[in-house]
């Protein structure tokens, strides 16, 4: 029995067909998968073997053109009172 050496390795001999990224900070998340080295991989397993990218909240915003999704708070006027 072997195991790989880290996520990229086990994440190249696997091939997965889905990849489903958890929510939580955008920007935390975005951090990690930069500093992780993530980027090209997720990016060149969805382009080059067809694998379908299923986020939810943060891991759909950072599949996105743009974070300023996860910026929409500030869009709302706490000051109003109903």
């Known amino acids: 029995l072997s195991f790989w050496k880290d996520g990229h390795e086990a994440f190249q001999k696997?091939?997965?067909h889905v990849i489903y990224v958890e929510g939580g900070n955008t920007f935390w998340l975005h951090h990690c998968i930069?500093?992780?080295?993530?980027?090209?991989?997720l990016r060149k397993?969805?382009?080059d073997s067809n694998t379908v990218y299923c986020g939810k909240s943060a891991g759909a915003i950072i599949?996105?053109?743009s974070m300023d999704t996860a910026t929409?708070?500030?869009c709302f006027n706490l000051s109003v009172k109903r």
């Open 72 to 74: 929409w708070k500030v």
């Open 45 to 47: 397993s969805i382009v």
């Open 63 to 65: 599949a996105g053109a």
């Open 34 to 41: 930069e500093k992780g080295g993530w980027k090209d991989v």
């Open 14 to 16: 696997w091939k997965p």
